[in-house]
């Protein structure tokens, strides 16, 4: 009689398998971490001439939570930025001023938050007609204790005279 080596041979290498396994130790489960991410529309803003170096800029925030917790906002920067790299106007609004508006501060799991934005600034044109662009930085804290900044930046335009887009 012989003895059935391949069952012998599958029994050895399932025993060294659970023999190894049992050695490892077990990884810990990573905790979920809120993260909002940031979008303006329109996207480029127009910047409406208002006389002067005054112009207005109206726009919608979109925060949409997109890390599967919850997040509150405890405050949002809107800069006006020229030459692409020199920040010539900078705002800083807590979250009352999102509540003030009727909306929440806290987006849950998920879900998102759009309002509408309207800011009047009195910019140098020349600034502005040369590689102008607005940054949107929200500042959160999740459910979990953990916080965190988004930031999004979109290019501004200013209509010409006949209403076209520069």
Known sequence: MSTPRP????AMVALLALAGCSGLTPEPVAALRGRLE???EPNPIVAIPLGGDRYELKFDIVMREAGGVG???EDFTVNA??????????QTYPPSFITDRGYPASIAAGKYLRFSFTKTWELP?????SGASASVTARTVDENG???QSVVRVGVVVPDR???EQ
């Not at 930025?81 to 900078?90: D, G, L, M, N």
Request: net charge positive; hydrophobic share 55%.
């Open 7 to 10: 069952l012998a041979l599958a």
């Open 38 to 40: 940031l979008s303006v």
């Open 71 to 73: 997040v509150r906002i």
């Open 81 to 90: 930025i020229a030459y692409r790299t020199i920040t010539v106007r900078s």
């Open 125 to 129: 044109t020349h600034l502005l007609l």
């Open 146 to 148: 953990v916080h965190g």
């Open 162 to 164: 006949r209403g076209a």
